[in-house]
């Protein structure tokens, strides 16, 4: 995902996959300094579908799941 879908999923909190996993939604962007602190890691914070733990990952490895496109009839929008 580019920055600005993961946070275009985190706001509209549509599920995610990240390692073949389909996880609730996003709980938290995070925004980390490169090592050289010339740069920005953007990482999502994943809830999984229980609930009870999260998963963080790089913004280019997480993807919507399959058949969850910006068509897709489930999808809700936000107003505002």
């Known amino acids: ?8 999923a985190f706001l509209d909190e549509r599920p995610v996959a990240f390692g073949g996993i389909t996880y609730q939604k996003i709980t938290a962007v ?9 740069g ?4 999502g914070e994943l809830l ?11 913004a280019d490895r997480i993807t919507l799941p399959k058949g969850a496109g910006e068509d897709d009839p489930g999808r809700t929008e936000r107003t505002g």
């Open 40 to 43: 920005l890691h953007v990482q």
């Open 1 to 8: 995902m580019t920055v600005n879908e993961l946070k275009r």
């Open 48 to 58: 999984d579908r229980n609930g009870r733990a999260v998963a963080i990952a790089a």
């Open 30 to 38: 995070i925004y980390r300094k490169t090592p050289d602190g010339k």
